[in-house]
Protein backbone atom coordinates (compact mmCIF):
# COMPACT_ATOMS: atom_id res chain seq x y z
CA UNK A 1 0.00 0.00 0.00
CA UNK A 2 2.86 2.18 1.07
CA UNK A 3 4.64 1.65 -2.64
CA UNK A 4 1.56 2.39 -4.24
CA UNK A 5 1.19 5.84 -2.39
CA UNK A 6 5.04 6.64 -3.35
CA UNK A 7 4.13 5.71 -7.13
CA UNK A 8 1.06 7.64 -7.18
CA UNK A 9 2.68 10.66 -5.60
CA UNK A 10 5.36 10.30 -7.89
CA UNK A 11 2.98 10.35 -11.27
CA UNK A 12 1.26 13.66 -9.26
CA UNK A 13 4.12 15.66 -8.78
CA UNK A 14 5.52 14.65 -12.56
CA UNK A 15 2.15 16.06 -13.90
CA UNK A 16 2.33 19.25 -11.44
CA UNK A 17 5.48 19.86 -13.16
CA UNK A 18 4.28 19.21 -16.53
CA UNK A 19 0.90 21.58 -15.54
CA UNK A 20 3.70 24.77 -14.26
CA UNK A 21 5.84 23.78 -17.43
CA UNK A 22 2.90 24.68 -19.29
CA UNK A 23 1.92 27.78 -17.79
CA UNK A 24 5.37 28.78 -17.73
CA UNK A 25 5.26 29.08 -21.78
CA UNK A 26 1.24 30.16 -21.99
CA UNK A 27 2.45 33.05 -19.48
CA UNK A 28 5.92 33.58 -21.91
CA UNK A 29 3.31 33.80 -25.53
CA UNK A 30 0.87 35.36 -23.67
CA UNK A 31 3.88 38.42 -22.66
CA UNK A 32 4.93 38.19 -26.61
CA UNK A 33 1.27 38.59 -27.41
CA UNK A 34 1.03 41.44 -25.54
CA UNK A 35 4.54 43.00 -26.70
CA UNK A 36 3.37 42.66 -30.34
CA UNK A 37 -0.41 44.40 -29.32
CA UNK A 38 1.64 47.54 -27.92
CA UNK A 39 4.11 47.27 -30.96
CA UNK A 40 0.75 47.50 -33.18
CA UNK A 41 -0.37 50.15 -31.32
CA UNK A 42 2.83 52.39 -31.60
CA UNK A 43 3.28 51.60 -35.29
CA UNK A 44 -0.80 53.14 -35.32
CA UNK A 45 0.22 56.33 -33.24
CA UNK A 46 3.26 56.86 -35.27
CA UNK A 47 0.91 56.35 -38.81
CA UNK A 48 -1.41 58.64 -37.33
CA UNK A 49 1.03 61.22 -36.43
CA UNK A 50 2.90 61.21 -39.98
CA UNK A 51 -0.40 61.62 -41.13
CA UNK A 52 -0.64 65.00 -39.59
CA UNK A 53 2.61 65.81 -40.40
CA UNK A 54 2.50 64.93 -44.48
CA UNK A 55 -1.23 67.29 -44.12
CA UNK A 56 0.57 70.24 -42.59
CA UNK A 57 3.99 69.57 -44.79
CA UNK A 58 1.27 69.65 -48.04
CA UNK A 59 -0.52 72.70 -47.12
CA UNK A 60 3.19 74.60 -46.46
CA UNK A 61 3.90 73.08 -50.15
CA UNK A 62 1.29 74.50 -51.27
CA UNK A 63 1.60 77.74 -50.04
CA UNK A 64 5.09 77.63 -50.93
CA UNK A 65 4.17 76.92 -54.28
CA UNK A 66 1.74 79.65 -54.06
CA UNK A 67 4.94 82.19 -53.17
CA UNK A 68 7.46 80.87 -55.83
CA UNK A 69 4.76 81.67 -58.47
CA UNK A 70 4.49 85.32 -56.97
CA UNK A 71 8.60 85.27 -57.00
CA UNK A 72 8.33 84.36 -60.67
CA UNK A 73 6.34 87.17 -62.12
CA UNK A 74 8.09 89.40 -59.90
CA UNK A 75 11.54 88.29 -61.62
CA UNK A 76 9.63 88.44 -65.08
CA UNK A 77 8.66 91.94 -64.62
CA UNK A 78 11.87 92.76 -62.84
CA UNK A 79 13.58 91.13 -66.03
CA UNK A 80 11.48 92.88 -68.62
CA UNK A 81 12.30 96.65 -66.67
CA UNK A 82 16.27 95.67 -66.86
CA UNK A 83 16.28 94.82 -70.44
CA UNK A 84 14.69 97.86 -71.07
CA UNK A 85 16.89 99.71 -68.98
CA UNK A 86 20.15 97.94 -70.79
CA UNK A 87 18.66 98.69 -73.88
CA UNK A 88 18.24 102.53 -73.31
CA UNK A 89 19.50 103.87 -76.85
CA UNK A 90 20.65 107.08 -75.24
CA UNK A 91 23.25 104.91 -73.02
CA UNK A 92 26.36 104.86 -74.72
CA UNK A 93 27.80 101.76 -74.85
CA UNK A 94 30.07 101.72 -72.12
CA UNK A 95 27.06 103.05 -69.99
CA UNK A 96 25.09 99.92 -71.19
CA UNK A 97 27.75 97.59 -70.28
CA UNK A 98 28.51 98.43 -67.00
CA UNK A 99 25.05 98.84 -66.46
CA UNK A 100 24.46 94.93 -68.02
CA UNK A 101 27.11 94.03 -65.41
CA UNK A 102 24.98 95.64 -62.12
CA UNK A 103 21.83 93.92 -63.59
CA UNK A 104 23.78 90.60 -64.22
CA UNK A 105 25.27 90.62 -60.77
CA UNK A 106 21.79 91.47 -58.85
CA UNK A 107 20.28 88.67 -60.41
CA UNK A 108 22.67 86.39 -59.99
CA UNK A 109 22.17 86.49 -55.81
CA UNK A 110 18.64 84.37 -57.11
CA UNK A 111 20.53 81.47 -58.41
CA UNK A 112 20.98 80.10 -54.72
CA UNK A 113 17.36 79.54 -54.58
CA UNK A 114 16.81 78.46 -58.09
CA UNK A 115 16.26 81.28 -59.91
CA UNK A 116 18.22 81.95 -62.76
CA UNK A 117 18.28 84.97 -65.60
CA UNK A 118 20.30 84.12 -68.66
CA UNK A 119 21.40 87.93 -70.04
CA UNK A 120 24.72 87.09 -71.27
CA UNK A 121 27.14 90.02 -72.45
CA UNK A 122 28.47 90.44 -75.85
CA UNK A 123 31.75 88.75 -76.39
CA UNK A 124 30.94 85.92 -74.43
CA UNK A 125 31.43 82.32 -74.60
CA UNK A 126 28.19 80.34 -76.01
CA UNK A 127 26.84 78.43 -73.16
CA UNK A 128 24.75 75.70 -74.99
CA UNK A 129 23.08 74.85 -71.79
CA UNK A 130 21.75 78.60 -71.33
CA UNK A 131 21.87 79.80 -74.94
CA UNK A 132 19.89 78.87 -78.08
CA UNK A 133 21.77 80.04 -80.94
CA UNK A 134 19.51 81.32 -83.65
CA UNK A 135 21.57 82.89 -85.95
CA UNK A 136 24.56 84.22 -87.38
CA UNK A 137 25.39 88.17 -87.29
CA UNK A 138 28.23 90.00 -88.96
CA UNK A 139 31.22 90.67 -86.61
CA UNK A 140 34.81 90.39 -85.74
CA UNK A 141 33.76 87.90 -83.08
CA UNK A 142 34.13 84.33 -83.27
CA UNK A 143 31.64 81.35 -83.96
CA UNK A 144 31.65 80.66 -80.31
CA UNK A 145 31.37 83.71 -78.93
CA UNK A 146 28.06 86.07 -78.59
CA UNK A 147 27.75 88.77 -81.00
CA UNK A 148 24.06 89.80 -80.45
CA UNK A 149 21.23 89.16 -77.71
CA UNK A 150 18.10 88.53 -79.20
CA UNK A 151 15.97 87.67 -76.14
CA UNK A 152 17.09 86.76 -72.30
CA UNK A 153 16.50 83.54 -71.02
CA UNK A 154 15.54 82.08 -66.85
CA UNK A 155 15.06 78.77 -65.31
CA UNK A 156 12.47 78.60 -62.43
CA UNK A 157 12.40 76.17 -59.85
CA UNK A 158 8.62 75.55 -60.94
CA UNK A 159 10.58 73.96 -64.09
CA UNK A 160 9.54 77.01 -66.61
CA UNK A 161 12.39 77.28 -68.44
CA UNK A 162 13.76 79.40 -71.41
CA UNK A 163 17.16 79.45 -73.45
CA UNK A 164 18.62 82.94 -73.84
CA UNK A 165 18.46 83.39 -77.86
CA UNK A 166 21.44 84.64 -79.31
CA UNK A 167 23.64 85.12 -82.30
CA UNK A 168 26.99 84.34 -82.72
CA UNK A 169 29.84 86.07 -85.01
CA UNK A 170 30.99 85.11 -88.02
CA UNK A 171 34.28 85.92 -87.39
CA UNK A 172 35.63 88.75 -89.89
CA UNK A 173 37.63 91.50 -89.37
CA UNK A 174 36.45 93.43 -91.76
CA UNK A 175 32.85 93.30 -93.10
CA UNK A 176 30.93 95.27 -95.59
CA UNK A 177 27.66 97.00 -94.05
CA UNK A 178 24.93 97.57 -95.83
CA UNK A 179 23.10 100.66 -94.66
CA UNK A 180 18.90 100.56 -95.21
CA UNK A 181 17.03 103.10 -96.29
CA UNK A 182 14.87 104.59 -93.31
CA UNK A 183 12.89 107.18 -94.74
CA UNK A 184 10.04 105.05 -94.82
CA UNK A 185 11.08 101.97 -93.22
CA UNK A 186 8.84 100.93 -90.01
CA UNK A 187 10.74 100.90 -86.76
CA UNK A 188 12.58 97.40 -86.01
CA UNK A 189 10.78 95.41 -82.87
CA UNK A 190 13.12 96.13 -79.84
CA UNK A 191 15.01 92.95 -78.99
CA UNK A 192 16.52 92.06 -75.53
CA UNK A 193 20.22 92.06 -76.17
CA UNK A 194 22.74 95.37 -75.36
CA UNK A 195 23.63 96.35 -79.01
CA UNK A 196 20.17 95.94 -80.37
CA UNK A 197 19.50 100.03 -79.36
CA UNK A 198 22.16 101.65 -80.57
CA UNK A 199 21.84 105.20 -81.90
CA UNK A 200 21.83 104.43 -86.04
CA UNK A 201 23.85 106.50 -88.04
CA UNK A 202 22.20 108.34 -90.99
CA UNK A 203 21.82 105.89 -93.85
CA UNK A 204 24.51 107.08 -96.23
CA UNK A 205 23.70 107.15 -100.26
CA UNK A 206 26.54 104.43 -100.76
CA UNK A 207 27.44 101.20 -99.10
CA UNK A 208 30.25 101.45 -96.57
CA UNK A 209 33.30 99.57 -95.41
CA UNK A 210 33.51 99.15 -91.75
CA UNK A 211 36.73 99.16 -90.75
CA UNK A 212 38.87 97.15 -88.10
CA UNK A 213 39.14 100.47 -86.19
CA UNK A 214 35.59 101.28 -86.57
CA UNK A 215 33.77 98.06 -86.35
CA UNK A 216 30.41 97.78 -86.04
CA UNK A 217 27.68 97.85 -84.22
CA UNK A 218 28.24 94.73 -82.23
CA UNK A 219 32.02 95.04 -82.19
CA UNK A 220 31.56 98.56 -80.82
CA UNK A 221 30.06 96.57 -77.80
CA UNK A 222 32.82 93.89 -77.22
CA UNK A 223 35.15 96.76 -76.96
CA UNK A 224 32.82 98.56 -74.53
CA UNK A 225 32.79 95.46 -72.60
CA UNK A 226 36.31 94.45 -72.80
CA UNK A 227 37.44 98.12 -71.67
CA UNK A 228 34.78 98.13 -68.79
CA UNK A 229 36.22 94.83 -67.74
CA UNK A 230 40.11 96.27 -67.30
CA UNK A 231 38.34 99.27 -65.07
CA UNK A 232 37.25 96.63 -62.85
Request: charged share 30%.
Amino acid sequence: MTKMSESNESRLIEALEAVKAGVARLDAALAAVLDDVRSLSDVRAQLAELRGEFESIKSRAESLDAAVGKIEAALHSAMNVARDSVCDPSLSPEDRVRLHACVARVFSEFGQAGFEVYAPEIGSRLDESRHACVGTAKSSLGPEEIADVVAWGYSFPSGDRRLAEVLVGSGSPNVEVEEPDTQDAPSAAPKAGISMRLDEPKAPEKKKKATAEAGGLFDQLAEAAKRNQKKE
